[in-house]
């Protein structure tokens, strides 16, 4: 990927859908400096059963276009012409502005709209979230930090003898305490119903909002030691 140059005027083409990455090889070919931002996704392939990863423009329907200073007239006038249609209609349909000519974007924008992307901001893939999280558990065990794991947060979050109010189902309204956990996504619990209690079993969802699976919060400091060097009990 060209990095996009600071020193030119950018603009923003609005341009037929689904164009973007012919107009993006036509321009280059035209010597005009064009950036098409994009996010990259998984898509579930059903006959072999896996994910491919796919990328997109991520601003369908736009791209930017670089000019020397003060040449937009003559940008827009390129990008109008011949090379940039297919059967005869025009693929860039003029650039974004005002009645006063079009919209100058400040270069720092597209600059920094690039180096997101670079660094995997726009990137939905399980590849890179799957990279971004053992990133984050490397940055956290190298500062002393201590991981845990998911199922050991919702069995923190869910564990014998804390209480919930039951705000789904029949039951909803109704204190229930938990007993245990019996699946990744249920428990039981104890629920008094006519003044006897009773065992209940419960979607987790059923009792309280699931904790949030961002790696960040499953990252907790070390227990501090005790004065003689032994952590206490």
Same mark, same amino acid.
């Given at each position: ?103 100058? !974007? ?112 499953? !990252? ?14």
């Amino acid at each position: 990927m060209k990095f996009p140059s600071p020193d030119l005027d950018w603009y923003v083409a609005r341009v037929t859908p689904r164009t973007e990455e012919t107009i993006m090889v036509r321009a280059m070919v035209a010597g005009i400096e064009v950036y098409l931002p994009r996010r990259r996704y998984d898509r579930f392939n059903r006959r072999q059963r896996v994910n491919t990863e796919r990328q997109t423009a991520l601003l369908p329907g736009y791209i930017f276009a670089g000019t020397r200073h003060r040449a937009a007239a003559d940008l827009n006038a390129r990008l109008r012409g011949d090379r940039f249609k297919a059967y005869g209609k025009p693929m860039v349909l003029g650039l974004l502005g005002t009645a006063d000519g079009p919209l100058q !974007i400040p270069s720092k924008i597209v600059v920094d709209l690039c180096t997101d992307e670079q660094n995997g901001v726009f990137d939905e893939t399980a590849s890179r979230a799957e990279k971004r999280e053992a990133e984050q558990i490397a940055a956290a065990l190298a500062a002393g930090q201590e991981v845990r794991s998911y199922d050991e947060l919702v069995a923190e979050h869910f564990a014998p003898g804390e209480e919930f109010t039951v705000r789904a189902g029949p039951f909803t309204g109704f204190l229930a305490e938990v007993e245990k956990l019996t699946a990744p996504d249920r428990l039981q619990a104890l629920v008094s119903i006519f003044g006897r209690m009773t065992h209940v079993e419960f979607a987790l969802t059923d009792l309280d909002d699931m904790p949030s699976r961002d790696v960040v919060n499953r !990252i907790r400091l070390p227990v501090q030691s005790s004065a003689a060097g032994q952590a206490p009990s």
